[in-house]
């Protein structure tokens, strides 16, 4: 059975029960990395407005997609068409084009101290589509998102042994990202290696999915094996990224994982909010170890993102 986690049940636990569940959840980031998050409190509503205005965005004619293009490469928000990214990329793969397309957008909010750099990358202003409404559900659901985030890393932090607010300093200002994502239908058979999204690892401290509920495709590896992972009704997937494998000196694993492309889906949504920590939190392993040498969130991000394009 897939690994689950019940975020709201951890959060009313107490002495013995709340330690069993950070023991639990140390053991899921250890093995899988991946694990379906249940008791969330995200309302219904918020989720139920950003699915209907990432399907008007999507729904819209080719062209006035691509009036929200990347203004210049580089560029980190805005609409990626067809053949703009293969992630595989970024894992040394020489691949075809991903066989989707997303809508990207950043942070709500701009700290008075932000660098040149975060301004001229993270800090960028995101794109708004000229959709009814769009605006306005995609940034309920950004911080719908941001306030989860925050509370899986608690919990994270319990389940290493920390004090719960041990990350807190770490992502005052987090220069997180939302990307929602359009796999279109496919007829033929896809080209040689290629997939929906190809075999990557994510980048950040952890990643919360929204799939379309009951869709398939999204796989993660296991030893060796691909293994379907699950889309439930009112629930989210939540995995570990490379900076909290790094963190960690690798006690939990940035599991790889891709969305599978075969003749005959139909077309799937999902919706992917990349918790990232502050521009300029140092990113030490918690075991002080020389496992990997210390480096800063933003200028790591920024690395990881121009290798996954495709000039």
């Not at 920390?162 to 080209?191: Q, V």
Request: include cysteine; charged fraction near 20%; charge should be negative.
């Amino acid at each position: 059975m897939f690994p689950r986690f019940d975020l709201a049940a951890f959060e009313a636990a107490h002495q013995d029960a709340r330690e069993q569940s950070a023991r639990d959840l140390d053991h899921i980031c250890r093995d899988t990395g991946f694990l379906v998050l249940e008791g969330h409190g995200v309302p219904h509503g918020v989720i139920a407005d950003v699915w209907q205005a990432t399907e008007a965005f999507f729904a819209q004619e080719p062209a006035a997609k691509q009036m929200l293009a990347p203004p210049f490469q580089g560029y980190p928000y805005g609409y990626l068409g067809p053949d703009a990214e293969a992630l595989a990329r970024s894992k040394g793969e020489d691949t075809p084009p991903d066989l989707k397309e997303s809508f990207n957008g950043g942070p709500l909010r701009v700290p008075p101290d932000a660098s040149a750099a975060a301004m001229g990358f993270c800090y960028q202003p995101t794109l708004w589509p000229d959709v009814p409404g769009f605006r306005v559900a995609w940034e309920a659901y950004y911080a719908a998102m941001e306030d989860l985030a925050a509370r899986v890393m608690r919990a994270f932090a319990a389940a290493l042994a920390l004090s719960e607010d041990h990350f807190d300093p770490f992502i005052a200002n987090p220069i997180s990202a939302l990307r929602a994502l359009h796999y279109p239908a496919t007829a033929g058979a896809p080209l040689d290696r290629q997939q929906r999204a190809g075999a990557h690892t994510d980048y950040g401290s952890l990643t919360i999915l929204l799939p379309q509920p009951g869709s398939q495709g999204l796989q993660v590896q296991q030893k060796g094996t691909w293994v379907d992972v699950p889309a439930p009704i009112g629930a989210f997937v939540i995995n570990i990224g490379d900076l909290m494998a790094r963190w960690t000196a690798d006690r939990w694993v940035s599991t790889l994982h891709r969305v599978l492309a075969k003749p005959g889906q139909p077309a799937r949504q999902s919706l992917a909010f990349f918790h990232q920590p502050d521009w300029d939190a140092e990113i030490v392993p918690l075991d002080r170890s020389d496992a990997y040498p210390p480096v800063r969130s933003g200028p790591y991000l920024m690395a990881k993102f121009q290798a996954t394009g495709m000039s």
